[in-house]
């Protein structure tokens, strides 16, 4: 079976593979940057929501994307939305 990441991403450098290890490459804010990402707001929504500039926004998904080794907004959504899935699974079982 082909995960969503590996559809939408050639190949992700060095992936996080808990929870844990994804969201300790990241500032409490890009954590925030990146939820509301992956909830499908815009720059805009997301600076509104967060109370800073579309620029912040940008910078701040710029060095999120960076910290992560994705190359896009979809390629970062899916890894945050499959890790956070994978630990619930965990979880649960």
Not at 14 to 34: F, G, H, I, S, Y
Request: proline content about 3%; overall charge positive.
């Amino acid at each position: 079976m082909v995960t969503l990441a590996k559809k939408h991403h050639r190949k992700i450098i060095n992936p996080p593979t808990t929870a844990e290890e994804l969201t300790a490459r990241l500032t409490n804010r890009q954590q925030e940057v990146l939820s509301l990402l992956t909830g499908g707001s815009s720059n805009k929504e997301i600076a509104i929501t967060l109370g800073i500039t579309p620029t912040t926004v940008k910078s701040h998904v710029a060095r999120l994307l960076h910290s992560l080794g994705v190359s896009s907004r979809v390629e970062a959504a899916v890894l945050w939305t499959e890790t956070i899935s994978r630990e619930g699974m965990k979880k649960t079982a």
